[in-house]
């Protein structure tokens, strides 16, 4: 099975800050991922597929990059509706998901 | 819009089976494959299997071989999901998402969009 991890696990940012979060796979994946976003006590929402797919109808100051094993998800600036836990997870093979970041308030 | 509506919080004793229902609508059922994914409490996601809505295909966890099945009534548009012989690390919030495809030159590539809301079941004696 393939692992994924995050990194940092959690972060702490300011409304306007720019935020990365790392995501790496345990071998490659080519450009078979994808990243969520969850709220408290909500469904996790897709914010982009295929690596760097934008889905419909999500802020475009959310983008992500990357391929083979390294993958980045980039808030340009952040907004107070951001405040979330992100998760990758890879659709190369059975899917498997990393354990999230979280993403507080400074 | 398209929406998937997962049914109520459950709250079953060690040993006994749940049976969580999802009914899709907005979009033609067939077209599509249906994923569980669970959360225990303040913990990440695990994906638990997917279903062909079309064809009743099913791709299971193979930690959770023997113990789950799902299935699909395409003519209500729901899927549902059984656990057997649940224990206390089951407790978790049980989430139903539409399987979406893309085929391109480069591949065929995978995510799940959108989510049901959640069913939280709880195993407890």
């Known amino acids: 099975d393939i692992q994924m991890t995050q990194s940092p696990s959690s972060l702490s940012a300011s409304v306007g800050d720019r935020v990365t979060i790392t995501c790496r796979a345990s071998?490659?994946?080519?450009?078979?991922l994808n990243w969520y976003q969850q709220k408290p006590g909500k469904a996790p929402k897709l914010l982009i597929y295929?690596?760097?797919s934008l889905q419909s109808g999500v802020p475009s100051r959310f983008s992500g990059s990357g391929s083979g094993t390294d993958f980045t998800l980039t808030i340009s600036s952040l907004q107070p509706e951001d405040f979330a836990t992100y998760y990758c997870?890879?659709?190369?093979?059975?899917?498997?998901f990393g354990p999230g970041t979280k993403v507080d308030i400074k | 819009q398209v929406q998937l509506v997962q049914s109520g919080a459950e709250v079953k004793k060690p040993g006994a089976s749940v049976k969580v229902s999802c009914k899709a609508s907005?979009?033609?059922?067939?077209?599509?494959?249906i994923s569980w994914v669970r959360q225990a409490p303040g913990q990440g996601l695990e994906w638990m299997g997917w279903?062909?809505?079309?064809?009743?295909?099913?791709n299971y966890a193979q930690k959770l071989q023997g113990r789950v099945t799902m299935t699909t009534d395409t003519s209500t548009s729901t899927a549902y999901m059984e656990l057997r012989s649940l224990r206390s690390d089951d407790t978790a919030v049980y989430y139903c998402?539409?399987?979406?495809?893309?085929?391109?030159?480069?591949?065929?590539?995978?995510?799940?969009?959108?989510w049901g809301q959640g069913t939280l079941v709880t195993v407890s004696s």
């Open positions: 998402a539409r399987d979406s495809v893309y085929s391109s030159s480069s591949g065929k590539y995978n995510w799940f969009d959108p």
């Open positions: 907005g979009y033609t059922f067939t077209s599509y494959g």
């Open positions: 279903i062909s809505a079309y064809n009743g295909n099913t």
């Open positions: 071998q490659s994946i080519s450009s078979y």
């Open positions: 295929a690596a760097s």
């Open positions: 997870q890879q659709s190369y093979s059975t899917p498997s």
